[in-house]
């Protein structure tokens, strides 16, 4: 087995609310989408159901007196003191089962971690995986166990050099706090900026401190960011960097949130960068843990999950259903028929500043951070972007 798809229908059941925007079941659309498409059914590919953790790991990032107060809180009791911990607020609410989900959805990342570390896959995605912003003590954007600082800390005690690159919409800070001043975990993140989305930090100033100088690197993007100016961006920063840093394998956040369709956020992104996103994460390393993060457009997340899991095993998705009356549906009916996103640029002064300010953070970036990993050239201009097929 080389392709881990890690998957339960059960987990992906869960509910944190109807009116709340999180909605595990884009990991089920996700896999019934991938089984459609034929990406799911090639002979290294192994469909695997996380198990909860061993809830002792969860002590390796979380304090012991949150992890009571959410177990607790799993049990459906509340106290006042919760809501300090962020435990009960509109974004965490209080859910019955939300520890023992949060032991399995963390169990999905370490396993992922775990068999691409002992080498029995170089793929693995967890779409229930990328809490990135649950703190050591503090449940927040929706995140209430950090799997990816768990995941990560393990690898980094087996001696491996690990790679984050987080493309959700918003800002890594659980992630990035953890591991601020440490030279091991390379974490780079795409998002939009602070100034106009939640968790308001990620700053390109911030780039990590003490050993860690330089290993914490930031591209804030302007709301109305659109492909051109996101894969601009993330040619001029993502590919020298991994190059310099040669990690032992690569954690991809995939959060799909930077769509043009999520509710939430305010780029501007289609799926068509965003497969160019996956193709050069793919290229650069040869292993390579996937977790979902963000997306709150259900259907189009679930299509940029199905697409970026075939672009990590280099197949291509056939629709089997191709022209059969009453087949499945997936989204607005005019697309239905490709995965794949109509190309939609910005246009006039909103594109104008997205170009500007992500050049000018770019620029900042090579000036800045390059020079730590002994990457040279600042100067050098940007590589234009990839294309699609
Ligand atoms: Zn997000």
């Known amino acids: ?51 909860p953790i061993d809830p002792e790991a969860l002590r390796s990032f979380h304090e012991d007196h949150y992890l009571s107060l959410l177990k607790e809180a799993s049990m459906g009791q509340f106290s006042v003191e919760m809501l300090s911990h962020g435990l009960g607020t509109d974004d965490n609410p209080i859910l019955p089962g939300i520890y023992e989900w949060s ?17 029995k896959a170089d793929v693995a995605f967890n779409p229930l995986g990328g809490f990135h912003h649950a703190r050591r003590n503090h449940a927040e954007g929706f995140c209430y166990v950090n799997d990816v600082v768990i995941a990560s800390l393990d690898l980094l005690r087996r001696g491996l050099r690990v790679a984050f690159v987080d493309i959700d919409a918003h800002h890594c800070n659980g992630v990035q706090e953890a591991f601020y001043d440490e030279d091991r975990f390379l974490l780079i993140s795409f998002h939009e900026s602070g100034e106009t989305l939640y968790p308001w930090t990620g700053k390109e100033t911030e780039i990590g401190e003490g050993k860690g100088r330089g290993f914490t690197v930031n591209v804030p993007l302007e709301a109305g960011t659109d492909d ?26 995939l959060g799909a949130d930077t769509l ?14 965003y497969q160019d ?24 997340t679930a299509r940029s999950w199905t697409l970026a899991w075939s672009i990590l095993n280099h197949v291509e998705p056939q629709d089997e259903f191709a022209g ?9 009916e ?30 900042w970036i090579r000036k800045h951070v390059f020079p730590l990993h002994g990457i040279s050239s600042p100067l050098e201009q940007p590589s234009r972007t990839v294309q699609s097929p």
Request: net charge positive; with cysteine.
């Open 260 to 273: 043009i369709s999520d509710p939430l956020t305010h780029l501007r992104l289609t799926n068509n960068s």
């Open 324 to 332: 059969v009356v009453g087949g499945m549906m997936f989204g607005p």
């Open 277 to 300: 996103v996956v193709r050069i994460l793919r290229n650069q390393c040869q292993r390579i843990l996937a977790v979902g993060g963000g997306g709150y457009d259900v259907y189009r």
């Open 1 to 51: 087995m080389k392709s881990a798809f890690i998957y339960s229908q059960e987990l992906g059941r869960f509910d944190f609310g109807h009116d709340h925007p999180f909605k595990p079941e884009r990991a089920i659309k996700t896999h019934d989408l991938c089984l459609r498409y034929g990406v799911l059914n090639h002979p290294w590919m192994e469909v695997i159901t996380p198990k």
């Open 103 to 119: 032991l399995t959805t963390t169990g999905g990342t370490t396993l992922g971690a775990d068999l691409l570390a002992s080498r």
């Open 228 to 253: 051109e100016v996101y894969l601009e961006a993330f040619q001029g920063v993502v590919p020298p960097l991994l190059s310099a840093f040669k990690p032992d394998m690569l954690i991809a956040e």
């Open 334 to 363: 005019h697309e239905v028929g490709s995965l794949r996103d109509r190309a939609h640029p910005t246009t006039g002064p909103i594109k104008d500043k997205a170009l500007v300010q992500a050049r000018k953070r770019v620029a």
